[in-house]
C-alpha cells in the first residue's frame, strides 16, 4: 500500500464549477499537509498547507485535513481555465524536515 | 529573490554513463531536497541536505548520490546510467526550523538515458 493515495484522473470540469481533489494516506504520524500545483513542464509550486486537522482557506482554495480518517481534500471554488494543471497532495512528517511524500498527482482541466 | 535554479535545464546521456546535476536554492534557505519524478512513479524522495549534510535519504540505489556546499548549492550525482532513469529531477529549497516543510521547487532536469 502506498503513504499516499491520490486519483490521478483526469478530472474535466467546467469553467466556473466547484472542484474537489482528494488524498488519503497511510501514516498517522503526518502533521503538515501541503498541497502543491504543477503546470506542464514545470516545476511543483507550492499552493497552500494545513498543519493537524482542519481547515484552511486562501482565495478561491480551501484545504481540508480530517486526519481520524487520513483524508485530505482541496477545493477549488469558480474554477477557471487557468487552473488546469496537475495537483499534487503531500504529507509531510515533522517541521524540521525536507522529506516530503507526494500523491501521484490529479490532473486537472477546466473548460470555458 | 530569486527562486531555485537548476542546471542544466536538459541532458542526453548514455547507458553507463554518469550525470551530474546542479541545484542553486532560495537565498537564505539551507536546506536542498532532491526528487525524481517520472509518469509512472511520480514524485520520490531522493535525499535531503541540511547544512552540508545529508539528513534524510529515500529508497534509492546507492548510484544515486549528492553533496551540498558551505553556499547551500547542491549536486546530485548518478552513476552508471540506466534506461529507467531517463526522468525529470527537481530540486527543492526549504527554510529552516518550523517553516522547513515549505519546498520550493526549481524547474528541473529533465534526463534522457539512450
Known amino acids: 500500500q502506498k503513504e499516499v493515495e491520490q486519483d490521478p484522473g483526469p478530472l474535466s470540469v467546467p469553467e466556473g464549477a466547484i472542484v474537489s481533489l482528494n488524498c488519503t494516506y497511510s501514516?498517522?504520524?503526518?502533521?503538515?499537509f501541503m498541497w502543491y500545483r504543477q503546470y506542464s513542464r514545470k516545476g511543483p509550486e507550492l499552493l497552500m498547507y494545513t498543519y493537524s486537522s482542519g481547515n484552511k482557506e486562501d482565495g478561491r482554495f480551501t484545504a481540508q485535513v480530517d486526519k481520524s480518517s487520513k483524508y485530505i481534500s482541496l477545493f477549488i471554488r469558480d474554477s477557471q481555465p487557468s487552473d488546469s494543471a496537475t495537483y499534487l497532495c503531500?504529507?509531510?512528517?515533522?517541521?524540521?524536515?525536507?522529506?516530503?511524500?507526494f500523491g501521484q498527482g490529479t490532473t486537472l482541466q477546466v473548460k470555458p | 529573490k530569486a527562486g531555485v535554479t537548476q542546471t542544466p535545464r536538459y541532458l542526453i546521456k548514455t547507458r553507463g554513463q554518469q550525470v551530474t546535476l546542479s541545484c542553486s536554492p532560495i537565498s537564505g534557505h539551507r536546506s536542498v531536497s532532491w526528487y525524481q519524478q517520472t509518469p509512472g512513479q511520480g514524485l520520490q524522495f531522493l535525499f535531503e541536505?541540511?547544512?552540508?549534510?545529508?539528513?534524510n535519504k529515500g529508497n534509492f540505489p546507492g548510484r544515486f548520490s549528492g553533496r551540498q556546499f558551505s553556499n547551500s548549492r547542491s549536486e546530485m550525482n548518478v552513476s552508471t546510467l540506466e534506461l529507467g532513469d531517463s526522468a525529470l529531477y527537481l530540486c527543492?529549497?526549504?527554510?529552516?526550523?518550523?517553516?522547513?516543510?515549505?519546498?520550493?521547487f526549481g524547474p528541473g532536469t529533465r534526463l534522457t538515458v539512450t
Open positions: 503531500a504529507p509531510g512528517l515533522t517541521s524540521n524536515t525536507g522529506k516530503l511524500i
Open positions: 501514516n498517522s504520524a503526518f502533521q503538515y
Open positions: 527543492a529549497s526549504g527554510q529552516t526550523g518550523e517553516a522547513s516543510y515549505e519546498q520550493y
Open positions: 541536505y541540511f547544512s552540508e549534510t545529508q539528513r
